[in-house]
């Protein structure tokens, strides 16, 4: 069966740090991934997606990238956060016409 | 791009009620529809999804319906029970699912 991993689970960054999260599939290949945040009491932002390796796609401009060095990996990543970053991050994977399947995701407080 | 607006933000029923929760999309080729469920602190799960070529779908006490020529779907929960106290979440996406724009959400509160 088909399981994600994400982590950290819970994050606290100060302004200006770098970041770093990542995500992991198993058991699928050539999943398309994505990076969702969700800001609180608010619904689900798109950030980023993947159809594959080194392909990335970005929704919406902000002070973070994404990046997929292999099949089932997926990191979102930023040189200086900013306070405005604080959120939920949630990594998801779909096959084509399936649904999105999440991970546990990561609480994120920037302080 | 799609637009999806849900509505109410907030339901409170009394056990044992129905529950109904809309959402309207504007991308007439949007075709696939979910509906997930986010309790306090957890990811969002599928519960149900209907895509454009049905009208209707029922899944014990989860039903969705779906008017392609208004653009908007509903989701209905029936004998609704404590445990469905949670934020539900719609979304609209076309060809690939996954890119799948999202409503901001309804918290339902289920009432013992």
């Known amino acids: 069966s088909q399981t994600i991993h994400q982590w950290p689970a819970t994050l606290v960054q100060p302004v200006g740090s770098p970041l770093s999260l990542e995500c992991t599939v198993e058991g699928t290949s050539n999943p398309n991934l994505y990076w969702y945040r969700q800001a609180a009491g608010r619904g689900l932002q798109l950030l980023f997606y993947s159809v594959g390796i080194g392909q990335i796609s970005s929704e919406v401009p902000q002070n973070l990238s994404a990046s997929r060095p292999q099949d089932r990996q997926f990191i979102l990543s930023s040189k200086k956060l900013l306070l405005s970053d604080s959120g939920f991050y949630l990594c998801?994977?779909?096959?084509?016409?399936?649904?999105?399947?999440f991970g546990n995701g990561t609480r994120l407080t920037v302080t | 791009g799609e637009n999806v607006e849900q509505h109410p933000s907030t339901l409170s029923v009394q056990e044992g009620d129905s529950a109904v929760i809309k959402c309207t999309y504007s991308d007439s080729a949007s075709n696939y529809f979910p509906w997930y469920k986010q309790e306090l602190g957890k990811r969002p799960q599928l519960i149900i999804d209907i895509r454009s070529n049905v009208g209707e779908k029922k899944d014990q006490r989860i039903a969705v319906t779906l008017n392609k020529t208004a653009k908007h779907f509903s989701l209905h929960i029936t004998e609704t029970q404590p445990e469905d106290s949670a934020v539900y979440f719609c979304a609209a996406s076309k060809t690939n699912a996954g890119k799948s724009t999202f409503g901001d959400g309804t918290t339902l509160t289920v009432k013992p």
């Open positions: 998801a994977w779909s096959v084509q016409n399936s649904p999105l399947h």
